[in-house]
């Protein structure tokens, strides 16, 4: 038990000591299209319009209808033949009755409703599947952004550690020129509250990152509150100035305009539907009818009857027009919605350009920046030990750089995600995934 007991003990410390795995944005993305419930929803309904497409496949084949009887009566009733001194009694019927009956029906699409109904759902399907892709993409922007935001979060807290050192430094200077005298106790004072400010901002911080691993747990559909690790390498991906190019992308790959087409399509073939109401069906069946006891006035075994059942319309007051006219506005307004989602996504595409556009020159100004702040901050610590510059001097300056931390993260992490809402709304995001 003991030996157990200290191999139980062994393994927890082994786990204990094993560093956790880094996630790395592709694997996040994978987790997400992999576990995500509303995606794996939309997924589901893929497969509903799947069935419906064998549904109307099926509508269109041969119907066979099987059905058996069994009947038992008290009496039989009988009849009474020949003369009266010598009468035969003969019965029309047996107590047990059984039968069976085999019926095969067909529809004949000469009104083209069974056809016009299998472009219906193969439509459908395709709708489905758009909203399904619709999702995806969506899904992959979410994750990216919740990935950015992590990353950016701990950048945030990075800064702020930073600038809590060189507060402290400040401070420990400070008070070493105030024993020497060099200094006032005044100077100290503000030393200290520049600590405070800068220690609640990194507290802040700190609670940001919790809050944006929170959002990436919810978006992958792991525990809100599941410890995870992200792999802080991401490459910065490269684009092309090309509006046009990305345009025509959009308007060929967006899920969202691909399903707008197809409702179309569909409001195309309801109108269809609507104008055949006023068209004659036409029905073929046949059915074999198997008597399994015969009797004296019904020997046959089996018969078999046919039928060709034609049906038309003849006044229906005016609702099949009515019908048609509403299928013919619904078609005007899905054309006028194709319209309108190709122009918003025409818009998104530029926007998302436009934006990834601006990041790209942030960064280059940031890094810029970032090289002054650092610079001006070194500068001021040295003037500031040798006693020849004021405190608000070195306090500017450990401001500045701060804040020259904080542009360059917020710009590098903006090119990322503008980057991925250039490929969600070009419709590329999901290509290989």
């Not at 319009?49 to 009496?75: C, H, M, W």
């Not at 040295?382 to 006693?387: D, H, I, M, V």
Request: glycine letters at 4%.
């Amino acid at each position: 038990m003991r030996i157990l007991s200290t191999m139980a003990l062994g393994l927890c410390l082994v786990a204990i000591s094993l560093p956790q795995e880094k996630l790395t944005l592709d694997r996040a993305i994978e987790l997400g299209l992999k576990n995500n419930r509303h995606l794996l929803a939309q997924a589901e309904q893929v497969n509903r319009a799947n069935s419906k497409i064998a549904e109307a496949r099926a509508g269109a084949l041969p119907q066979v209808d099987a059905t058996a009887t069994y009947t038992r009566f008290d009496k039989v009733a009988k009849a009474t033949f020949g003369p009266p001194d010598n009468p035969v009694t003969v019965p029309l019927g047996s107590i047990e009755n059984r039968s069976a009956n085999v019926k095969i029906e067909q529809i004949v699409d000469i009104n083209g409703l069974v056809k016009t109904g299998l472009r219906t759902a193969d439509e459908l399907s395709l709708v489905a599947r758009y909203r399904y892709e619709q999702a995806k993409s969506q899904l992959i922007l979410d994750i990216v952004t919740a990935f950015s935001d992590v990353l950016r979060a701990m950048a945030h807290v990075e800064v702020a550690e930073e600038a809590v050192s060189n507060a402290k430094e400040r401070l420990r200077i400070t008070n070493a020129q105030v024993d020497a005298g060099i200094a006032a106790r005044f100077d100290v004072l503000r030393a200290e509250t520049q600590v405070s400010q800068f220690e609640q901002q990194r507290l802040s911080a700190v609670n940001a990152v919790a809050l944006a691993k929170a959002n990436l747990n919810t978006v992958l559909a792991r525990p809100v509150a599941e410890p995870i690790e992200l792999d802080a390498n991401i490459d910065r991906p490269a684009y092309l100035k090309d509006l046009a190019l990305y345009t025509k992308q959009a308007r060929e790959k967006r899920p969202e305009v691909l399903a707008a087409a197809s409702d179309v399509k569909l409001s195309n073939y309801s109108k269809t539907i609507a104008s055949a109401q006023n068209k004659p069906t036409l029905i073929l069946n046949g059915q074999w009818n198997f008597n399994l006891n015969t009797a004296t006035f019904n020997p046959n075994k089996i018969s078999f009857t046919a039928n060709a059942i034609l049906s038309a319309p003849l006044f229906d007051a005016g609702i099949g027009r009515a019908k048609v006219r509403q299928a013919e506005a619904d078609v005007r307004a899905a054309e006028l919605t194709l319209q309108q989602t190709t122009d918003i996504v025409a818009l998104e595409v530029q926007s998302a350009l436009l934006n990834l556009e601006d990041a790209e020159k942030r960064i280059a100004v940031a890094r810029s920046g970032l090289e002054q702040a650092a610079e001006g901050l070194r500068l001021a610590k040295l003037r500031y030990e040798a006693g020849v510059s004021s405190p608000l001097e070195i306090s500017d300056a450990e401001v500045a750089y701060a804040q020259a931390r904080i542009n360059l993260v917020t710009a590098e992490f903006d090119y990322i995600v503008s980057h991925a809402r250039l490929m969600k709304a070009t419709g590329t995001n999901i290509e290989g995934k």
